[in-house]
């Protein structure tokens, strides 16, 4: 039972940090030690699976997809999406450079603890590490596309979001703003319970997941220092897309206004930004709790 409520929590920060754009839940899998153990389960619906379930071996079939691990985080990345994103609706419009500076801190530390997980440096290490720093942090200057509300398009978004949510560093949210489709999945249709939305992107979700977790976990097993390197680049790179002092480019195009990018600035020397960098300090703090936290669990 302890185990149980400990990975619904794990799952719980997972769910939360999806919920922001440039924030990963596959950070927080990395940081409380389930990433791989996320991965290798999701790889288990295989055709194994499948004739386990044809043949109502359910007992085997549990067993084999580890379903009590599964639905402890299961639950714990759903109940916190469907909290934490009206939750953060309100924190956006009321405190945004708060919520910016949190969440910069709680990146800001997964960079370090992440790279301590990396076993020997090397060249091919460097390489990588400066690789996933590019490429995330090239995601900032990228336009935002249109909101596209058609069925095709939604099982793409549900796709290379959740493709993006397990890989840390890569936010599945900030993947579905570049796409057009933040506002309409994470805001409009998780608030309003929109399943003309939401039954299509999670379609597109669970078939990205399922494919998706069966090659990152061959990568994960193969080259392992390598991956954590990339993925440590991905989480340094996504800070460009959380710095607290920017001020959104916002577009008209026709009736439609859209943010298609970020003026960045120089935080002043003010009480507000005191404040802003005591909230970042917390977050890091968090990270490194929830990272001793860890620890002591798996040691146990």
């Known amino acids: 039972m302890i185990d149980y409520i400990s990975n619904i929590l794990k799952g719980a920060l997972m769910g939360a940090a999806n919920v922001i754009p440039g924030v990963s839940g596959g950070t927080m899998a990395l940081l409380t030690g389930i990433f791989e153990k996320l991965i290798d389960t999701i790889k288990s619906f295989d055709a194994k699976a499948v004739k386990l379930g044809c043949t109502f071996q359910f007992k085997e079939l549990f067993e084999h997809l ?139 979700a669970a078939a990205g997941l399922v494919a998706f977790s069966r090659l990152l976990s061959w990568i994960f097993k193969k080259f392992h220092d390598q991956t954590i390197a990339l993925l440590t680049g991905f ?27 970020y003026d960045y600035a120089l935080p002043e020397f003010n009480a507000e930004t005191g404040m802003a960098m005591a909230i970042m300090v917390a977050g890091i703090v968090v990270i490194a709790l929830v990272e001793t936290l860890a620890g002591r669990m798996k040691a146990d």
């Not at 969440?103 to 091919?124: C, D, P, Q």
């Not at 942090?137 to 398009?153: D, G, H, R, V, W």
């Not at 897309?241 to 008209?252: A, N, R, V």
């Open 235 to 261: 989480i340094f790179g996504s800070l460009s897309i959380l710095w607290p002092w920017k001020s959104e480019i916002i577009e008209t195009f026709g009736e439609k206004a859209k943010v298609v990018g």
């Open 66 to 204: 580890d379903v009590k691990f599964l639905s402890a985080v299961g639950i714990g990345v759903v109940a916190s999406i469907l909290s934490v994103a009206k939750l953060l609706e309100y924190l956006f419009e009321s405190h945004a450079l708060y919520v910016w500076s949190f969440f910069f801190g709680l990146i800001l530390a997964s960079v370090y603890f992440v790279g301590l997980k990396i076993g020997k440096r090397s060249i091919s290490v460097v390489a990588l590490f400066l690789l996933g720093t590019a490429v995330a942090a090239s995601l900032a200057f990228l336009e935002p596309a249109e909101q596209n509300s058609s069925i095709p398009y939604l099982l793409v978004c549900g796709a290379v979001a959740m493709c993006s949510m397990i890989l840390p560093g890569l936010s599945g949210s900030y993947v579905l703003l570049l796409m057009g489709n933040y506002q309409l999945v994470m805001i409009d249709a998780i608030n309003h319970f929109d399943f003309k939305v939401l039954v299509p992107v999670g379609i597109g």
